[in-house]
């Protein structure tokens, strides 16, 4: 192929610090090798040529279970700069490749659980989703149909090079990042049997009209707008007769509702179409419900009326904030914590619902309304009950006897049946066990419980609110508290659609740096935002051990001060090669000063090439490898410690600043000892 060659190495990187494990593949650039050819192809020449692009250079079944190490990449990318590279299945991810235009649109139309991340490949697309421990995906293979890459198989990564001349590319969603691979959802049993329903199917005749259908083939629910001849008529009247049944409407209802719809259609629905279409969902809807019964008529007085109150009424009832913890959360409100994976946020949940529950003070804020906390876990349950120990025997309380109860699973809250369900479990427990409404409502995390619907559309996280509006905050009047992660691109608020910022009463970011973790309030509705809170992560002793006998251990926050935390995220914001860096820039820019000291010149034009800086970090001393170069002073950059103009570069003020020894005696006018060679001489290339 007569085309320029791109280095893929920068791309492999990526794939890497993402955590995917990796392996370098053959390139269409070139010619394929010898062995290749005469022993894989049978010295077919075309096929060949067709094939080295997509095959491994190198035995990869060792990285099935684990990544490749940078040195191994490292030594890849050195040797292979221009090759295609795969992404091992089975490891961190499973891929749903759909290798036709027809498999695309069958996955597209929302036949499977949607998911935020995909690649265009040169035939169709690679629907990207979280490996799951518990469910295993194997490889398997249908021609032109749709393929699972799970366990013994890889995907051609984008970034590389189709035989025919097309790039494979990453399409994903607005606030998807591939670094983000946790967020991904998994496929379910469900989704696997559609795949082979897909499979079986292929090339044969599927039923269309309005027989069969089914809401769930439907990314989006319709909206009631109203549409002409083949805009898909049968198709919205089937998406709103199941929605309509999931809400518990009747069938006389149904069809009123119906009715009104139709006529504004361009021309209606023939009245037989239309009842055609909801006998048929009805018996798809109690197929898939057996447990469940359909109304014919109406309940009396079950549709609540929409009704005004004068404004005299309102400053009447006007009240004092009705807090749950003082200062922090409100009773009947909604509220929000987001964060990073991994930086504190459950810790502060499960912290936050055991002081609600016992009725213990939040560090230094009282409990106002302590009673009931019901917990939403979307997943990692041992962590939880772990974290929930190290809470009871830190602060003494026996969590045996308070009203905390956690779900044991997760629960799709977009969709109003398994919201109805989550509220209906709710009212069970309190029936049954006598106990008080909820103070306390947690959601871990948004993500978790979400359902397939995608969270950065519009109409979506407005279903997801109204649902936990309705049946959750105001039937008990509780707080609703949301765990979230941060958007992609700014990590300094909430990812996902504007819509959920806009209806919370409260919104906390969550900032973890080594073990110092801030919580900071980003909105606060209805009263004054309080000071940023500091705790550290204490370990905890568990009473047992494991089968080695090894200790077991899980953390509680205890709280720290503000400037604990900025000094710690300010080492952080470093890695050792960094350092080594800025510590030899600081010795250029320091040997340039007393140079020009020397001279009777000005100090302020002690710049240091970007060449002589590089030089001395790759070659002199080693500090960065030939290939981070690039990586290494661009992070710097980024992070504002080195300022680069044109051809030179020089410390910032945030260097100076910063609390380590070796800005300390760069103010100082102190000189760094570098590991000198007798060839180093004062450089005064400036």
């Given at each position: 192929?007569?085309?320029t060659r791109p280095n893929?190495?920068i791309e492999?990187?990526k794939?890497?610090e993402?955590?995917l494990?990796?392996?370098?593949?053959?390139?269409p650039?070139?010619?394929?090798?010898?062995?290749?050819?005469?022993?894989?192809?049978?010295?077919?020449?075309?096929?060949?040529?067709?094939d080295w692009?997509?095959a491994p250079?190198?035995?990869?079944?060792?990285?099935?279970?684990?990544?490749?190490?940078d040195?191994?990449?490292e030594?890849?990318?050195?040797?292979f700069?221009?090759?295609n590279?795969a992404i091992?299945?089975?490891y961190k991810?499973?891929?749903v490749?759909a290798?036709?235009a027809?498999?695309?649109?069958f996955?597209?139309?929302g036949?499977?659980?949607?998911?935020?991340?995909?690649?265009?490949t040169?035939?169709g697309?690679?629907?990207?989703?979280?490996?799951?421990?518990?469910?295993s995906?194997?490889?398997?293979?249908?021609?032109n149909r749709?393929d699972?890459?799970?366990?013994g198989?890889?995907v051609?990564a984008?970034?590389?090079?189709?035989a025919?001349g097309?790039l494979?590319?990453?399409e994903?969603?607005d606030?998807?990042?591939?670094?983000?691979?946790?967020d991904?959802?998994?496929l379910?049993?469900d989704?696997?049997?559609?795949i082979?329903?897909?499979?079986?199917?292929?090339?044969?005749?599927?039923?269309?009209g309005?027989l069969?259908?089914c809401t769930?083939?439907?990314?989006?629910?319709?909206?009631?707008s109203?549409?002409?001849?083949?805009?898909g008529?049968?198709?919205?009247?089937?998406s709103m007769?199941?929605?309509?049944?999931r809400q518990?409407?009747?069938?006389?209802?149904?069809k009123?509702?119906?009715d009104?719809w139709?006529?504004s259609?361009?021309?209606?629905?023939?009245?037989?179409?239309?009842?055609?279409?909801i006998?048929?969902?009805?018996?798809?809807?109690s197929?898939n419900?057996?447990?469940?019964?359909?109304?014919?008529e109406?309940?009396?007085?079950?549709?609540?009326?929409?009704a005004?109150?004068?404004?005299q009424?309102l400053?009447k009832?006007?009240k004092p904030i009705n807090?749950?913890?003082?200062?922090?959360?409100?009773?009947?409100?909604l509220?929000?914590?987001?964060?990073?994976?991994?930086?504190?946020?459950?810790f502060?949940?499960i912290?936050?619902a055991c002081?609600?529950?016992?009725?213990k003070?939040?560090?230094?804020?009282?409990?106002?309304?302590p009673g009931?906390?019901f917990?939403?876990?979307g997943?990692?349950f041992n962590g939880?009950s772990?974290?929930?120990?190290?809470?009871?025997?830190?602060?003494?309380?026996?969590?045996?006897?308070?009203?905390?109860?956690?779900?044991?699973?997760?629960?799709s809250?977009?969709d109003?049946?398994n919201?109805?369900?989550?509220s209906a479990s709710?009212?069970s427990?309190i029936?049954?066990s006598?106990?008080a409404?909820p103070?306390?409502?947690v959601?871990d995390?948004l993500?978790?419980n979400?359902g397939p619907?995608?969270?950065?559309?519009?109409?979506?996280?407005?279903t997801?609110?109204?649902h936990?509006?309705q049946?959750?905050?105001?039937?008990?009047a509780c707080?609703?508290?949301?765990i979230h992660?941060?958007?992609v691109?700014a990590?300094?608020r909430?990812?996902g659609?504007?819509?959920l910022?806009?209806a919370?009463?409260a919104?906390?970011a969550?900032v973890k740096s080594?073990?110092?973790?801030?919580?900071t309030a980003?909105?606060?509705?209805?009263?004054?935002?309080?000071?940023?809170?500091?705790?550290?992560?204490?370990?905890?002793?568990?009473p047992f051990?494991?089968?080695?006998?090894?200790?077991?251990?899980?953390?509680?926050l205890?709280p720290?001060?503000a400037?604990?935390?900025?000094q710690?995220?300010q080492d952080?914001e470093l890695?050792?090669?960094?350092?080594?860096v800025?510590?030899?820039?600081?010795?250029?820019q320091n040997q340039?000063?007393?140079h020009?000291e020397?001279?009777?010149?000005?100090?302020?034009y002690?710049?240091i090439?970007v060449?002589?800086?590089?030089?001395?970090?790759v070659?002199?001393?080693?500090v960065v490898?030939?290939?981070?170069w690039?990586?290494?002073?661009?992070?710097?950059v980024?992070k504002?410690?080195i300022?680069?103009e044109?051809l030179f570069?020089t410390?910032?003020?945030?260097?100076?600043q910063?609390?380590?020894?070796?800005?300390e005696?760069?103010r100082?006018?102190?000189?760094l000892a570098l590991?000198q060679?007798?060839d180093?001489k004062?450089?005064?290339?400036?």
């Amino acid at each position: 192929m007569n085309a320029t060659r791109p280095n893929t190495a920068i791309e492999a990187w990526k794939l890497n610090e993402a955590g995917l494990s990796i392996v370098p593949l053959g390139s269409p650039f070139e010619q394929p090798p010898t062995w290749f050819v005469a022993g894989r192809c049978s010295g077919d020449q075309v096929k060949a040529a067709s094939d080295w692009p997509k095959a491994p250079r190198c035995r990869w079944k060792q990285y099935q279970d684990k990544a490749p190490d940078d040195h191994q990449i490292e030594q890849w990318t050195t040797q292979f700069p221009h090759t295609n590279w795969a992404i091992i299945t089975g490891y961190k991810v499973v891929v749903v490749d759909a290798d036709s235009a027809e498999a695309v649109q069958f996955i597209d139309d929302g036949a499977i659980t949607r998911t935020p991340l995909r690649a265009t490949t040169s035939k169709g697309k690679h629907y990207y989703f979280r490996a799951n421990p518990d469910y295993s995906v194997h490889n398997s293979v249908r021609k032109n149909r749709i393929d699972l890459r799970g366990i013994g198989g890889y995907v051609v990564a984008p970034g590389s090079t189709h035989a025919d001349g097309t790039l494979y590319r990453w399409e994903t969603d607005d606030y998807m990042n591939i670094r983000d691979l946790h967020d991904l959802p998994t496929l379910s049993p469900d989704d696997i049997a559609t795949i082979n329903g897909f499979n079986g199917q292929a090339g044969e005749h599927k039923t269309t009209g309005d027989l069969g259908f089914c809401t769930d083939q439907y990314a989006l629910p319709h909206d009631g707008s109203n549409l002409s001849e083949g805009e898909g008529r049968n198709n919205a009247a089937a998406s709103m007769a199941g929605q309509l049944l999931r809400q518990n409407h009747s069938l006389r209802e149904i069809k009123s509702i119906l009715d009104r719809w139709n006529q504004s259609n361009t021309p209606p629905l023939s009245d037989a179409e239309l009842n055609t279409t909801i006998a048929s969902i009805t018996r798809t809807h109690s197929s898939n419900n057996p447990t469940t019964s359909i109304l014919i008529e109406p309940l009396p007085g079950d549709r609540s009326t929409f009704a005004f109150s004068h404004v005299q009424e309102l400053i009447k009832g006007v009240k004092p904030i009705n807090w749950l913890i003082k200062g922090f959360l409100e009773m009947d409100s909604l509220s929000l914590m987001f964060g990073e994976p991994a930086c504190g946020k459950s810790f502060s949940a499960i912290d936050l619902a055991c002081c609600v529950a016992t009725g213990k003070e939040w560090h230094g804020k009282a409990v106002k309304r302590p009673g009931p906390v019901f917990y939403i876990a979307g997943e990692g349950f041992n962590g939880l009950s772990r974290r929930l120990m190290a809470w009871q025997l830190s602060y003494g309380y026996d969590l045996g006897k308070a009203p905390i109860y956690v779900s044991q699973s997760a629960a799709s809250l977009t969709d109003l049946g398994n919201a109805r369900l989550v509220s209906a479990s709710i009212e069970s427990m309190i029936e049954r066990s006598g106990v008080a409404v909820p103070s306390m409502i947690v959601i871990d995390t948004l993500a978790r419980n979400f359902g397939p619907a995608d969270e950065n559309g519009t109409r979506e996280m407005n279903t997801f609110i109204q649902h936990i509006d309705q049946l959750l905050r105001a039937r008990y009047a509780c707080n609703v508290l949301i765990i979230h992660h941060t958007g992609v691109g700014a990590k300094d608020r909430a990812r996902g659609n504007s819509a959920l910022k806009g209806a919370l009463d409260a919104e906390y970011a969550v900032v973890k740096s080594d073990d110092c973790v801030q919580i900071t309030a980003k909105k606060m509705k209805d009263a004054e935002e309080p000071q940023p809170m500091t705790f550290l992560f204490n370990p905890v002793r568990l009473p047992f051990q494991d089968e080695e006998g090894e200790a077991q251990y899980s953390c509680i926050l205890r709280p720290s001060s503000a400037e604990h935390f900025d000094q710690v995220r300010q080492d952080k914001e470093l890695g050792v090669t960094q350092k080594r860096v800025l510590e030899i820039l600081n010795t250029l820019q320091n040997q340039a000063i007393g140079h020009l000291e020397r001279a009777g010149r000005n100090i302020a034009y002690a710049r240091i090439e970007v060449k002589t800086l590089r030089n001395e970090c790759v070659k002199a001393h080693g500090v960065v490898g030939q290939n981070n170069w690039s990586r290494t002073f661009s992070a710097l950059v980024d992070k504002g410690f080195i300022a680069h103009e044109g051809l030179f570069v020089t410390l910032t003020d945030k260097y100076q600043q910063s609390p380590s020894p070796e800005a300390e005696q760069h103010r100082s006018g102190g000189n760094l000892a570098l590991h000198q060679t007798p060839d180093d001489k004062e450089d005064s290339r400036f």
